[in-house]
């Protein structure tokens, strides 16, 4: 169990991704070979802010309101992906966005949501200062600063958690 971000689902077929990484084994870090699992709503009820030389996390709870929202069917390097039972209401943009493809990605000023206290989901202030073009689906394609004061504040930057945070840029 840890806490993630849904990514982005596809209406059109009920399936999702979260993205970032895989879910590992605490001990070995190897990717788990997953049998069963399910997503579900989570509360972040705290933040550890990150410092140089320890990531920060995000602390969550699944008890409040045991909200299944899927299942995991895959869980590989990337992330983990699986169809929805119920598709989550989306606070800010309740209509979608479209997918951004790979090759629109640039440097410069962006955006990504992600919920990091009580809240709820917010848009933060980042900007994307490089890109890295893959030939094949890979780890790392960009580099991220968040340049949000208020998200610099609460969680020092990027931290365990955050993962998968939907990035958007112009605006897809």
Do not use: W
């Not at 900007?127 to 790392?140: F, G, H, L, T, Y």
């Not at 609460?154 to 998968?164: A, E, W």
Request: with cysteine.
């Amino acid at each position: 169990a840890g806490v993630g971000t849904l990514s982005f689902y596809d209406p059109d077929t009920g399936r999702y991704a979260a993205l970032g990484h895989a879910i590992t084994d605490a001990d070995t870090r190897q990717v788990l070979t997953i049998g069963r699992g399910e997503i579900m709503t989570a509360d972040v009820v705290d933040v550890r802010k990150g410092q140089s030389g320890y990531p920060g996390e995000l602390k969550g709870s699944f008890l409040s309101r045991q909200a299944v929202l899927g299942s995991i069917s895959r869980n590989d390097l990337l992330g983990i992906y699986g169809p929805l039972s119920r598709i989550p209401a989306h606070p800010l943009y309740p209509e979608g966005l479209p997918i951004g493809r790979k090759d629109a990605v640039h440097t410069g000023k962006a955006s990504i949501l992600c919920t990091v206290d009580a809240e709820g989901m917010k848009e933060y202030d980042v900007e994307i200062v490089e890109v890295n073009r893959q030939s094949r689906p890979a780890q790392r394609s960009m580099v991220v600063k968040v340049v949000d004061p208020e998200l610099l504040e609460k969680t020092g930057g990027i931290v365990q958690g955050m993962s998968g945070s939907p990035i958007i840029q112009d605006g897809k």
